[in-house]
Structure formats: C-alpha cells, structure tokens
C-alpha cells in the first residue's frame, strides 16, 4: 500500500472511530436523559392523582370512588376528570388489599400484587408497558400510572437515526477532503520522486533539496549521500582500472618484445629473452593476483570464513610459506610472540590475515640486505594484539609514509619489479575490520616497522 493510502486510511480510521465513539456517548446520554424525563412524567402523574384523591370526599372503599349521581349532587369533579391524564399515559386506582376502585379508559388490567413500589416494566394486554407504582396509606389506596413502551422506543430510535444520520453524510466528505489534503501534503516528495525519475543512469551530483519539508530533507540527506559514496566508488574505480591498465600494459610490451627477439635470434640471446618474457609472465602475474585480492577485500558482500583467528598462528603459517624466498636471499625469518598473544582470537578472518602478514613479510623480504633477519612480533595490548614485521632496510623517508599505502605507488627505494599493491590491500582489511595499519622507521637500527594494531572488542 502506498503512502498516501496509508494516511488516508488512517486519518479516515481515526475520524471514523472518533465520530462514532462521540455519536455513541452522545446517543447513550441522550437516551438516559430521556428515559428520566419520562419516568419523572410518570411520577409526576401518579402524585397529581394522589393529590386530586386527596381532595377529593371521602369515600368507602366498597363502593366506587365518587359515583356520578353523588358527584353530581354534590358538584364535584367526575372520576375521569380527576383520573385525566395526557393521552399516551393511563392510570389505576387500586386498594391496598388489592381491589380494583378505578381506571382510566384504555388501561391495562396490572397485577397490583407484582408491581413494587417506584418505576418496573411490565406486560400486559399484549404490549410492555413502563409502570410506577405509588401507595397512599392515608387514602388506602395504590396508584398506578402506565406508559407504553413503545412510543418511547420510537423516540429513541428516532433519536439515534438523527445522531448517526451527519454522521453517515459527513464521512464521505470528510475522506475527500482527507484525499486532497494528504496528496497536498505529500506533493515535496512527489517533486523528488520527478526529479529522480528524470536523472540521467550516471547522474550522481546531489539532488536540490529546495524548499522540501523537515520530514523530507532527512531522506534527502541519506539521498545525496548515497549518492556522494557511490560517485567516489565510481571514481575509485575508474582510477583503478586506468592504473591497471596502464600497469598491465608495460609487461605485456616487454613480453611482447622478448618474444620477438627470441623469434629472431638463437643461442644465448634467444635463451635471455624467453627468460626475460617468463619474469614478464611472473610479474604480470603477481600483479593481476594482487589486483584480485584487492578487489575481494574492498567487495562490499564478500563471504569468508568466522572471525576468531589466533595471530601466532597465521603468522607461523607465513613464515614457513615464505622461508624458501628468504633463504633465497640469505634472510633468517623469527617469530618473536609473547605467551599471552599466542590465544587471542582476531575478528579478521584467517585468509584476510594472512594475506595481510604475507605482504608485509614479502616487502621485509624485498628490502633487507642479505643475512639479515626479518622479525614478526606478536605482542597482547589492553584491548586487543599487536602483530608488526620488523625489517633491516634502508626504511622510508619521512614524507613517504602516508603515500607507500595508494595504489600502485613505489617508493624510490624499493623495488622496481614490484606491484604497488601489496600495502594497499594491507590498508585495505585493515579497514574491513576496524585495525589500524601504521608505519614507522625503527629506533634502534636502520629497517621499517610495518605493524597491524587489532582491536578484539571489533568481533563483539
């Protein structure tokens, strides 16, 4: 369901309930208050007879109350005039022994013997009937005056049917008016949602914000920047496919170029060539790995294994994987890890990590002089571990070492056969996973410090 049908629809709901709750009390009132005007009619009723009895001769209770003949005699009031009452009402005159003195014409035959005192309902002659009853001890007589109930309940539906009657001819126009006044309320983001729609595929500028409502302008803001992130992946991206590009492009040239000097030469010259084309082959080879790698690290849904990785671990796995190319260069490769590091579990994935540790290792490997030694220390800090390569090359100058971690850049004092990637896709995870990758010349001989600070609280 959209929006604007969800405000209707709960604008129209809560009206609706509203109305009908105050229709409802309003009916409810009304109907109590007319009940006790018409209770109060008959009460009032049956105490003007007690009144006009009370005035009237007296009388023996054998006989009829005031016959004609005597009330003629004596100039009194007939028994309907004193019995007369309005016309939707009737009345009864009984003793308290329950003998029948009088009635009015159209009177129900009650059963004085079963009606308490005060207001009851009672059926007789084939119609329900409302009746108070009031009993006279100085007269010795029980008056009893009777309405019908119907009359009363055609009142009170009457009295519904004009309550629910606005009610069922306002709800429509009310829900109209609801219809104009929502799609008037939501016409910003109508506005925003043309504007979208009329953007270019490529169009990632930010989107006006104009004159768009409160409630707008936070959906506007994830918008744009959304918008902005995806422009610098765009932009990341483009960088990196030119670089690729450019840097795929000078080993496929030589290979190209050694392939056709060994096509035209022999011997010792056609032997130098192929090999120069398969160290061509290897870099180019290096390079798109390292390319790969990169992108895996930087895929926003890649998969891999449950943190939980123990640094000594990995890192004892790198150097057994690496200790044929350092022996190559005469290089003795230590693990120096303390005791309270070697259990720690890492939030970086075991692959992750070692990629990270072998990179590092392989650029000690590329910059420290023969026999020398490349050192991994693993070290637990307050809230996580510190694992750091320590090399004994000519390290980097100052001003180099917030740019060694871009892509594709080589240091002037590194190797020149290298991919430019391998710090990046370091920088990389570290950031996947919330560590922190820094670098620093050592203090206490010429070499480069490279060291990865994890945070264990990362994985909670």
Excluded at 124 to 131: C, F, K, L
Excluded at 169 to 182: K, R
Excluded at 275 to 297: F, N
Aim: aromatic share 4%; net charge neutral; charged share 25%.
């Amino acid at each position: 369901m959209s929006l604007r049908w969800r405000l209707i629809g709960g604008i129209a709901l809560l009206f609706s309930v509203l109305w009908a709750a105050t229709a409802l009390w309003f009916f409810i009132d009304i109907r109590g208050e007319l009940r006790d005007v018409l209770d109060a009619r008959l009460a009032s009723s049956a105490r003007m007879v007690q009144n006009l009895v009370a005035r009237a001769e007296p009388y023996g209770l054998g006989e009829p109350l005031l016959p004609p003949t005597a009330s003629a005699r004596r100039g009194a009031r007939s028994n309907d005039e004193i019995l007369s009452l309005p016309s939707e009402l009737t009345c009864q005159l009984w003793t308290l022994e329950g003998r029948l003195v009088s009635a009015a014409r159209g009177a129900p035959r009650l059963d004085p013997s079963s009606i308490p005192d005060g207001f009851s309902d009672r059926d007789a002659g084939g119609e329900s009937w409302r009746v108070f009853a009031l009993s006279d001890a100085s007269s010795g007589l029980r008056i009893l005056t009777a309405e019908r109930l119907g009359p009363r309940r055609a009142l009170i539906s009457d009295v519904a049917a004009a309550v629910s009657a606005p009610y069922v001819l306002v709800l429509p126009a009310t829900v109209l008016l609801i219809f104009f006044a929502v799609g008037r309320a939501l016409t910003p983001l109508d506005r925003v949602s043309r504007s979208i729609r009329a953007r270019d595929a490529d169009a990632l500028d930010p989107i006006p914000e104009g004159d768009a409502p409160p409630e707008v302008a936070p959906l506007l803001h994830a918008l744009n920047g959304l918008l902005a992130r995806l422009a610098d992946a765009f932009e990341r991206e483009r960088r990196f496919t030119g670089d690729a590009a450019h840097e795929l492009r000078t080993p496929l040239a030589g290979i190209k170029t050694q392939l056709q000097i060994a096509r035209e030469a022999d011997g010792a010259v056609r032997e130098r060539a192929l090999a120069q084309a398969e160290s061509g082959i290897d870099r180019m080879s290096a390079l798109v790995t390292q390319m790969l790698w990169l992108a895996r690290v930087e895929a926003p849904s890649a998969a891999w294994a449950e943190p939980g990785t123990q640094v000594a671990a990995v890192a004892a796995a790198v150097l057994r994987e690496l200790e044929p190319a350092a022996a190559a260069r005469g290089l003795r490769l230590e693990l120096d890890a303390s005791v309270d590091a070697l259990d720690v579990p890492t939030p970086i994935p075991g692959a992750m990590l070692h990629t990270a540790l072998r990179n590092l290792v392989q650029n000690a490997i590329e910059h420290s002089p023969s026999s020398g030694r490349v050192v991994v220390e693993a070290r637990r800090l307050r809230r996580g571990v510190l694992v750091q390569v320590l090399d004994e090359g000519p390290g980097l100058p100052p001003d180099e070492l917030g740019k060694v971690t871009r892509r594709f850049y080589r240091s002037g004092t590194g190797n020149a056969n290298g991919t430019g990637l391998g710090l990046a896709i370091v920088a990389a995870i570290a950031r996947r996973y919330g560590a922190e990758l820094w670098l620093r010349n050592r203090e206490d001989r010429p070499g480069l410090a490279a060291g990865l600070a994890i945070s264990v609280e990362a994985q909670r």
